[in-house]
Every structure is written in C-alpha cells, then in structure tokens.
C-alpha cells in the first residue's frame, strides 16, 4: 500500500533535483579592472578601483565605514550579493592577483577569509553564505601595520614566583 507521505516525499526529492537543470549559469564578472568583461562601475563602486567588485553586488550601507577614496581608502566595505559563498571565494581568490594584490593567506570554511597585501595595505576578506541565497562579503582594508620591536630583558618581565597565602 502506498502512503500519501511517501508519494509527497517522493515529490519533494523530485523537485529538488530538478531545480539544477532550471539553474543559468552565474556571470560574476568583475565590474572594474583588468579583468573586466562589463564596462563601467556602477557610480558607487568607482570609489574602489583597487578592488574586484562582482557583478549584481549592493553595497550594505550600515555595515560599511571607508575613510579615504581611489586607492588610499581603508575602513571596511560590506557587499551583498546573489552568488553563493563558495562562488565569491573563487572569483575573489582568482580575481585579487589582476588588482596587484599579493596572496597572504586563505581559509576556505562556513565563514572563508582571505588576505592580501598590496602597496604597505593589508585587505581581509570574510565572506559568509546569506541566509536564504547568496552572501555577504566584508572587505576590510587598513595600513600595514610596522612590528614593534621586542622590549628588552629586565626585572619586570622576569616573572616572579607565586606566593602562598594564608
């Protein structure tokens, strides 16, 4: 006897395998630098030129705080877009290097980072999978720092020993 509940899973399982087929592929071409296949920025984005910015990307205005423009800005920029967070790892990992960006380090995970370094600047990129679709990626690009140097040997970095208390 065939129950109603496994005829609907039947039908659920179905409907999400075929709901690849119906998928176009994703254009996430950069919209500015050496890489472009679009033409222009959008107005809001020419204050990056620095920086691979995908296609169909919104600037998320309260999360973003950029100090600076051209390519001296630093402070972070936060985008929304409709490619998966997998998607955007790819294309900022490949795209970055056409920027002059020297790859520091990559970490691909639920939430992925990548950093880079170009011109004394360090950028993070934290990218995250969107709630329902797409994602959130937070660019974060400040000043390379300049290590201190290491403070000398004295008394007060001998640490002492503990004294018991009674």
């Known amino acids: 006897m065939i129950r109603l509940k496994d005829v609907f899973s039947v039908f659920v399982l ?9 998928e176009k592929p994703l254009d996430i071409a950069s919209t500015s630098g ?3 296949q ?8 020419t204050r990056f030129p620095d920086l691979p ?3 169909k990307a919104e600037i998320d205005m309260d999360q973003t705080i950029i100090f600076g423009a ?3 800005w630093f402070g972070r920029l936060v985008i929304n877009t409709p490619h998966d ?3 955007m790892f790819d294309y ?12 520091i380090t990559t970490i691909r995970a639920a939430a992925s980072v990548l950093t880079y370094s170009r011109n004394n600047r360090i950028a993070t990129i934290q990218i995250q999978g969107g709630t329902l679709q797409g994602s959130e990626t937070s660019i974060t690009v400040s000043p390379e720092g300049v ?9 007060s970095l001998i640490p002492q020993p503990l004294q018991r208390v009674e």
Not at 14 to 22: E, N
Not at 38 to 45: D, H, I, Q
Not at 95 to 102: A, C, N, Q, S, V
């Open 14 to 22: 179905a409907s999400f395998m075929a709901l690849p087929a119906c």
């Open 70 to 72: 051209d390519e001296d």
């Open 53 to 55: 910015i995908p296609v």
């Open 147 to 155: 290590p201190s140097p290491m403070p000398e040997a004295g008394p």
């Open 92 to 103: 900022f990992k490949q795209e970055m290097k056409g920027f002059g960006w020297r790859e």
């Open 85 to 87: 967070a997998n998607e």
């Open 38 to 45: 679009t033409g222009k920025a959008p107005v809001s984005f």
């Open 34 to 36: 050496a890489g472009s």
